[in-house]
């Protein structure tokens, strides 16, 4: 991503030199100045903060980073020499932990969560802190425990099944009322929606007073419904009903199970094992630690976290801070909160300038915090409340059609909200046509269409579609509605003229390349389209590559079914699905 920002930007000034406009000496300079311009990843910027400044922190300045796989590596190296120690000490909480995360067949589900706790907090600025902050919340107090998070949390949780019985309610009644013989119906949704009216009113004064007004209700009997009413208007009221009735009793049993004093039971039992598990996830953090510096190694979270740590250095700080004129960083969705006080620390008052889109926030299972854009986004946006800061909508799109713009408008309109996707997709979130597009009378039937492949019975279907996986078929679609499109009029933006259709102007997105890339690639030069898939796997994860190997296994050792049945499947053997059946 560095280097195609550092390509982009070299691309822009030597367009600008070509075409004479600005002063061509400041324009050289600024290409020739390019090489020594600070543009990298958060990352590589930390590992050079480090090595600048070894000093500070007492690091060998001629450390390494190692890779994910390496670090994962180590750190499962550490995490068994963890658990072999503790099973010889054989405490009785590290015994209860095990038979409360893990199987019955192995420890994996506590090495898991030990694992996932130490990854997460060090997505933190101040993890351990963080940390003894959590387990402290297990002992709280009665009354600490009401007035804490602990119930914040709760209501939230408690309050989605309250929304949503009242859409159903609501949807409803909107529905009896359209029909007079449906008065029956209408006075008990009625009733409904002031039950759960006193719900919500109890629940702003506290979880207490809720529970005792859930354990009240009383549910009222549907009404009946006239003779002359619609059947297909009663059934579906009915149904909403229904759906919004069974909601709210199973929401009743969770008061009559449990009470607020037995949650708070719970947590005090549980303090003493969440105090090992901290523990557990120190001597962890010990040895993963002891065995990258016999490596001279760092991961990126140590490069985060001490180049946070130098910058806590106030002469290193403001040296950075005098160096940096402007400030930009891309992607700013995709940052955490350890990455978010370095920015702070190099920056000024009036000279950060960050670009995101939480829409395109795809990366929180790295521990990407989003609400960190979220909360400059509403900011930024009154004027009044941050008078030093100004944000600008970048609304316009440059790269889609308007009727691809305005179906992803409308699907997300309906599907995208606040607590769903963090952010209400409106007018404001609305994407808008940047590019001038020709009028299309060269194909007036443009639209954006979904291909829908139903799961039942086809006579029709060609004979071996049974046979085969769900990757294949929808490869199999899609070559097909390729093959329709090719020669058709296409509008080529960058040309900027109408041309035929060709295969390289077709590009497949799949959400996940890694299982689907090979297969679709496969079917598509099987059908006779030409492809290419740019999956990133390893040479060894070829399909080529694995047939060879199992044959190499199946040699090693002929009793290895899977290896055979690859072998067999693949052009070396040439069985089909139906003779491998009537093998076996």
Known sequence: AAAEMRERISDALLDRIASGHGSQEHLRRQLHLLGNASIST???????????????????????????????????????????????????????????????????????????????????????EWLEDQVRAFALSFEDFVAGSWMCELSRQLKEPVDGIRSLLTTALALAEGDRALKGYQATLEMDLANLLCLEEAMEKGLPAFFQALNSIEIPRLGRAGRDADPATREQVKALRDQGKSRLVKLKKIGEIRTIKDWHADLNILHPYMEYLHTL??????????????????????????CLQTLHNPAVARELRQKYRYIFVDEYQDSNLVQEEIIQAICNEDNLFLVGDVKQSIYRFRLADPT????????????????????????????????????????????????????????????????????????????????????????N?????????????????????????IGQPYYDSRAQLVKPLQYKDIVVLLRATRSWGPVMWQTLNEQ???????????????????????????IDNRRQDIALLSVMRSPIGGFSMEELALIR
Request: glycine content about 4%.
């Open 528 to 554: 006779g389209i030409p492809a290419f898939a740019d999956m990133n796997t390893g040479y060894f994860e070829a399909i080529e590559v694995q047939v060879v190997l199992n044959l190499l296994r199946l």
């Open 372 to 459: 960190l854009f979220l909360q400059k986004y509403h900011e930024y946006a009154n004027e009044q409340e941050s008078p030093r800061h100004h944000r600008i909508d970048l609304s316009r799109n440059y790269r889609s059609t308007p009727i691809i713009l305005e179906s992803i408008n409308t699907v997300f309109r309906c599907i995208m909200s606040e607590p769903l996707g963090e952010l209400d997709y409106n007018a404001d979130a609305f994407l808008h046509p940047g590019a001038d597009y020709p009028p299309q009378e060269w194909c007036e039937e443009a639209a954006v269409e979904a291909l829908i492949l139903e799961k039942i019975s086809d006579n």
């Open 42 to 128: 958060i990352h590589a910027f930390c590992g050079d903060v480090l090595r600048r400044y070894f000093h500070v922190l007492e690091l060998d300045p001629h450390f390494r980073v190692g890779d994910e796989n390496e670090a994962r590596l180590i750190k499962d190296e550490s995490l068994e020499e963890l658990l072999e120690k503790e099973y010889e000490a054989a405490h009785p909480l590290f015994h209860a932990l095990v038979e409360m995360f893990s199987s019955n067949k192995n420890d994996q589900g506590l090495a898991d969560i030990i694992k996932i706790l130490h990854g997460f907090i060090h997505s933190l600025p101040r993890p351990w």
């Open 461 to 485: 279907a060609p004979d071996d579609w049974e046979e085969l996986e769900r990757a294949e078929i929808e490869a199999r679609a899609v070559a097909g509605r390729i093959r329709d499109l």
């Open 281 to 306: 996830v120190r001597s962890f953090e010990a040895m993963y630690s002891a065995r990258k510096r016999s490596k001279n190694l760092l991961d990126f979270n140590d490069l985060e976290h001490f």
